[in-house]
């Protein structure tokens, strides 16, 4: 008798220990589950911690984002119009096709040959460059409005960036105007006449002299036979 209620006792002990097995083996399951569903979506670039129980995803050192995105810290310095490329284990920032610079700092390739007194424009992702107010020209080249005025015996400076015309040595005037030094000394009865770049006074037609001073020539009258 005492011996059947031994094997009875017996027998509730292996199966309780035999519950708390399968307890444990479920806890631990269920641990393999939970360690698989987070960290298997762990980014290449993070690690899976445990922390109080609770699995969690961690960026690298050098990477930012939630564990499950992670972007190189490099990459997201980027310039917009740059992609971030990976070499050899190392990023960097690559400016894209058309476009000018180290990576961080990027500029149409349009952009870079603009005149400094022009700005470059984007429209629909086309770059341009359209000279400033007050200049003139193709964003290439510009050239200041008051500039083109300029008479070509002058020339166009520039000074505290105000533009003006000045005239060429050799010539007097505004600058719009320009005359030859030479032709102001001609005479009120001579014209100004320029050949090859050389100036000089001519007596009009009826005088004579050497243009800087003319007379007015005098016909003898022809004897009158009767």
């Known amino acids: 008798m005492l011996n ?5 006792a017996s027998i509730r002990v292996n199966a309780t220990l035999a519950l708390q097995e399968m307890d444990s083996l479920a806890v631990r399951a269920l641990d393999h589950l939970t360690v698989s569903s987070v960290c298997r ?15 969690s995803c961690k960026c690298n050192t050098g990477f930012t984002g939630n ?25 960097s920032c690559k ?13 149409s390739s349009v952009c870079r040959r603009c005149s400094a007194n022009a700005k470059c424009l984007v429209s629909k992702g086309v770059y341009s460059c359209k000279c400033n107010t007050g200049f003139t020209g193709n964003g290439f080249s ?6 083109r005025r300029c008479n070509t015996n002058a020339k166009c400076v ?8 000045k005239c060429n040595t050799g010539f007097t005037g505004n600058g719009f105007s320009c005359m ?7 005479n009120a009865n001579a014209k100004c006449v320029e050949s090859k770049g050389v100036y000089s006074c001519e007596c009009n037609t009826g005088f004579t002299g050497n243009g800087l001073s003319c007379s007015a020539c005098f016909r003898s009258l022809d004897s009158r036979s009767f």
């Open 4 to 8: 059947a209620f031994y094997q009875k």
């Open 158 to 165: 520039l000074s505290k960036g105000v533009y003006s015309c």
């Open 95 to 107: 400016c894209n096709t058309g476009f000018t610079g180290n990576g961080f700092s990027c500029m």
């Open 41 to 55: 979506r762990c980014s290449a670039n993070a690690k899976c911690l445990v922390s109080k129980g609770v699995y």
């Open 180 to 186: 030859s030094s030479v032709c102001r000394r001609c």
């Open 67 to 91: 564990g499950f995105s992670c972007m190189s810290s490099v990459c997201r310095r980027c310039n917009a119009n740059a992609k971030c490329v990976m070499s050899k284990g190392v990023y």
């Open 142 to 147: 510009c050239m200041s409005s008051v500039c």
